[in-house]
């Protein structure tokens, strides 16, 4: 009979990571990841030893339409960061999740190959879990302990679907976003909604759509004109490239350092992140409000009957709103 895998203790954990221990990186972003009660208390005792050691990385995310080719993107951007910048990258490539499992479909780490494989990067397919926008509920946890592990540049992968990518521009320091030329009039939803956001936006697969390209970027700077920018000190630029390529990355990567700068020096960059902290801080009080109100006993019960009311027009909603929150008595600690 095989032995029982022991598990690490939290100081294991937190010396591990900060030693750069890939083993003890996944370990810890497991368990942080993990619902259980228990698991979730050491991951908080984790979290608060990593803590000081964070914050030094700098936060890309990069979402766009699909087929955009992100993945690519992603890899060829990782590689020449660590090729040319002597940076160390971490990638956090929130994948759908499986309708059956709620698993990952894990199919990014399997498309960047040749970065999987560099010591310097670190791959982490999430499962979205259903969180609207794709978003991972412990990706901003897991940037904690990639920071504290040494990463210099930490890339957020989002599935792109342009329901509420808001949520990842609100854990980054810098929102890209990859657009094709000639995508058609059917996406334009989905282009104003994430353009709205985009700190830069970079046009991708240039080589493949050059009779296009010319157009795309007129529409998009001319989207972009039209919106007002986040930052008094900054106008999204537009810019074109190849992931699978690479041309045109060098110039990219020069636009988001020299953000960096700006944001640095005019104090928007402490800014923003403070404000990120705030808007993390009151989504975890709605998150475990919400989870301790359907997790009580008596709003279960009565939920179910209540349900059956609204449907048939027996009852309102603000009438079976209001009975719920008459029968919510939280335990008081």
């Known amino acids: 009979m095989a032995g029982t895998v022991s598990q690490p203790s939290v100081q294991e954990l937190f010396e591990g990571v900060r030693a750069g221990n890939r083993a003890l990186i996944g370990r810890a972003i497991t368990l942080i990841e993990s619902r259980n009660a228990t698991h979730q208390d050491k991951a908080q005792e984790l979290l608060h ?26 890899e060829g951007l990782g590689c020449w960061l660590i090729e040319e910048k002597a940076k160390r990258v971490a990638v956090l490539a929130v994948d759908p999740s499986s309708g059956r499992t709620g698993g990952s479909i894990l ?30 509920r412990a990706t901003r946890e897991t940037m904690i302990v990639l920071e504290a592990a040494g990463f210099d540049v930490v890339l957020v992968e989002t599935v792109g ?4 990518e808001t949520m990842v521009s609100e854990m980054v320091d810098f929102f890209l976003v990859l657009m094709l030329p000639g995508a058609g009039d059917e ?70 350092e020299k953000h960096a700068r700006i944001m640095e020096e005019s104090g928007e960059r402490q800014a923003r992140r403070d ?41 309102t909603v603000s009438a079976a709103v209001d009975q719920l929150l008459g029968l919510y008595h939280p335990e008081k600690g």
């Not at 990593?50 to 979402?63: C, T």
């Not at 960047?112 to 310097?120: G, K, P, V």
């Open 49 to 74: 030893l990593l803590l000081p050691y964070s914050g030094g990385a700098q936060r890309v995310g990069i979402s766009g339409v699909p087929g955009v080719g992100k993945s690519t993107f992603i």
């Open 107 to 136: 199919g990014d780490k399997t498309r960047m190959e040749r970065l999987s494989a560099d010591l310097n990067a670190f791959i982490r397919p999430s499962p979205s879990s259903g969180v609207l926008g794709g978003v991972a």
């Open 161 to 164: 679907t342009g329901q509420s």
């Open 187 to 256: 996406l334009q939803g989905i282009k104003k909604g994430i353009l709205e956001l985009a700190d830069m936006v970079a046009v991708n697969k240039a080589d493949a759509f050059e009779e296009k390209l010319k157009q795309a970027l007129r529409e998009y700077k001319s989207a972009l004109h039209i919106m007002t920018d986040a930052s008094p000190n900054w106008h999204p630029p537009v810019v074109t490239m190849s992931g699978l390529k690479g041309t045109g990355v060098p110039e990219l990567w020069e636009n988001i």
């Open 275 to 315: 404000d990120q902290r705030i808007s993390w801080l009151k989504n975890q009080i709605a998150d475990r409000l919400l989870n301790s109100f359907y997790a009580d006993a008596a709003v279960n019960e009565a939920y179910r009957h209540l349900l059956i009311d609204v449907k048939e027009g027996k009852k």
